[in-house]
C-alpha cells in the first residue's frame, strides 16, 4: 500500500484539479453561470476535507483486510467524485 502521506498529495492534487478546472471555467466563458461554478468548487473543498479526515482515522484495532478495504474505499469514492464534479463544470455550458 502506498503512504498516507503519498495518498494525502493525490487528494490535494485532484482537488486542485477541479478548483483549476473551475477558475478557468470563470475566465474563458464569462460570470453568466458563476454561481454553479463556485457551488462546485465549494463542493471539491468540503470533499477534500471529508477525505483527509477519513484517511487520519484510527484503524489500529482492525485487521489488515479491513484496513485495505478502507483505503480502496476511500480511494474509489475519491475518484468517482472527482469525475463527477469535473463533468459538472463540463458540462455547466450545455445546459438549456
Same mark, same amino acid.
Given at each position: 500500500?502506498?503512504?498516507?502521506?503519498?495518498? %494525502?498529495?493525490? &487528494?490535494? @492534487?485532484?482537488? $486542485?484539479?477541479?478548483?483549476?478546472? !473551475?477558475?478557468? *471555467?470563470? $475566465? @474563458?466563458? !464569462?460570470?453568466? %453561470? #458563476? %454561481?454553479?461554478?463556485?457551488? &462546485?468548487?465549494?463542493?471539491?473543498?468540503?470533499?477534500? $476535507?471529508?477525505? &483527509?479526515?477519513?484517511?487520519?482515522?484510527?484503524?489500529? +484495532?482492525?485487521?489488515? %483486510?479491513?484496513?485495505?478495504? *478502507?483505503?480502496?474505499?476511500?480511494? =474509489?469514492?475519491?475518484?468517482? #467524485?472527482?469525475?463527477?464534479?469535473? =463533468?459538472?463544470? +463540463?458540462?455547466? =455550458? #450545455?445546459? &438549456?
Amino acid at each position: 500500500m502506498a503512504s498516507r502521506r503519498n495518498f %494525502k498529495k493525490d &487528494i490535494n @492534487f485532484l482537488t $486542485n484539479e477541479i478548483l483549476t478546472r !473551475g477558475i478557468i *471555467h470563470l $475566465n @474563458f466563458f !464569462g460570470r453568466e %453561470k #458563476s %454561481k454553479d461554478v463556485y457551488d &462546485i468548487m465549494n463542493e471539491a473543498a468540503s470533499s477534500r $476535507n471529508d477525505y &483527509i479526515a477519513r484517511l487520519n482515522q484510527n484503524l489500529r +484495532d482492525k485487521t489488515a %483486510k479491513e484496513i485495505k478495504n *478502507h483505503y480502496k474505499t476511500i480511494y =474509489d469514492d475519491l475518484l468517482n #467524485s472527482t469525475y463527477d464534479l469535473l =463533468d459538472k463544470i +463540463d458540462n455547466i =455550458d #450545455s445546459r &438549456i
